[in-house]
């Protein structure tokens, strides 16, 4: 009968509290949901000794944090980041720079086994950062989550050839060896983007980037070049 019909038709209590729980949820914590999304994590290279030295005793202690930040499993401390399946760092390939993105990357590369793609800047003579952002999502095709560490000031144009509207990225501070920028793709479609922290410090001001807005589908901005900064006054990239 049309009622018998009707009353088929009509969802459950069940099924419509399941519909309105998932409603509630941002945007971003449903994309796990999908089994062919790819998570691109962005971080910078660990502190300093100087300009274009290698890591301090601090930035070793973070990069030997990095397994313990990035396993998988829920902390108090920070966001939940993936395992990662892929590790890319960024290549200076000068004589004066240390590899310090490479050197980020070995404590976790050692604990996972996994080797460092170590092929891309964003030094044009190897591609740029586009190079890198195209072989970075050539790789997101099989790894379900990948980890990059890069240098700062190009990390905004990396992520924007990876395909995150400039508006939505904030720049990135001096002094801020701590945020991790995450682009989650699902599907062919352009990536869902936030700002997280690892909160790995001993100092309680430690800076932290405040982004635009969160989880919030990105547009490709074709004016975007990937042309690194180069201090003008000093003459080194910063």
């Not at 460092?116 to 003579?125: A, E, R, T, V």
């Not at 690892?198 to 800076?207: G, K, M, Q, V």
């Amino acid at each position: 009968t049309a009622r018998a019909r009707a009353r088929a038709r009509r969802p459950s209590a069940q099924t419509a509290n399941t519909r309105a729980a998932m409603l509630a949820l941002p945007l971003y914590s449903l994309l796990g949901l999908a089994s062919n999304s790819s998570t691109v994590y962005i971080i910078r290279h660990g502190e300093k000794k100087w300009a274009l030295g290698c890591l301090s005793d601090q930035g070793e202690a973070r990069a030997h944090a990095l397994p313990e930040i990035f396993n998988g499993r829920a902390s108090p401390r920070h966001a939940t980041f993936a395992t990662p399946d892929a590790l890319f760092a960024n290549h200076y390939d000068d004589p004066i720079d240390c590899e310090r993105c490479k050197q980020t990357l070995e404590p976790i590369s050692a604990n996972l086994s996994l080797p460092i793609i170590f092929n891309y800047s964003f030094n044009p003579k190897l591609g740029g950062n586009q190079a890198a952002a195209d072989a970075i999502l050539q790789r997101a095709q099989q790894a379900a989550s990948i980890l990059v560490a890069w240098e700062h000031i190009n990390i905004q144009y990396l992520a924007a050839d990876l395909g995150v509207d400039r508006s939505l990225i904030p720049s990135w501070k001096d002094d801020d060896y701590d945020t991790v920028d995450v682009l989650t793709f699902v599907g062919g479609g352009a990536p869902f983007f936030r700002v997280a922290h690892e909160n790995f410090t001993t100092i309680s001001d430690a800076p932290h980037r405040t982004a635009p807005t969160t989880s919030t589908p990105a547009r490709k901005v074709p004016a975007i070049t990937s042309t690194p900064r180069v201090d003008v006054t000093l003459g080194i990239k910063v």
